[in-house]
Nanobody, 125 residues
């Protein structure tokens, strides 16, 4: 069965860095794009970044451009989200999801069919 497992979350001070991982199994990984979303308490889930199946196209929310970087290793069935210069407003549960990127936009929730369980990122002093 399809599984996505996030890891790498934690507590970090403002200005710090974290690298999240999304390990996939149960499907042909190289055929799918993977997106990162986050959800803060009381807020809707929002798109953070997405990477195409080959890694040739990447997308970012304006709020994280220049600070976050998404990459993937198709030999390890894993997508990474490098997060630098973290801010308190980045605090959220981060989820990875699977999409074929055939929809209208990479950040449309309804275009994702499987999700991981999430990993908590807390940025505070």
């Amino acid at each position: 069965q399809v599984q996505l497992v996030e890891s790498g979350g934690g507590f970090v001070q403002p200005g710090g860095s974290l690298r999240l991982s999304c390990a996939a199994s149960g499907f042909t990984f190289k055929n799918y794009a993977i997106g990162w979303f986050r959800q803060a308490p009381g807020k809707e889930r929002e798109g953070v970044s997405c990477i195409s199946n080959s890694g040739g196209r990447t997308y970012y929310a304006d709020s994280v451009k220049g600070r976050f970087s998404v990459s993937r290793d198709n030999t390890k069935n894993t997508v990474y989200l490098q997060m630098n210069s973290l801010k308190p407003e980045d605090t959220a549960v981060y989820y990875c999801g699977r999409t074929d990127l055939q929809g209208t936009s990479w950040y449309a929730l309804y275009d994702y069919d499987y999700w991981g369980q999430g990993t908590q990122v807390t940025v505070a002093s």
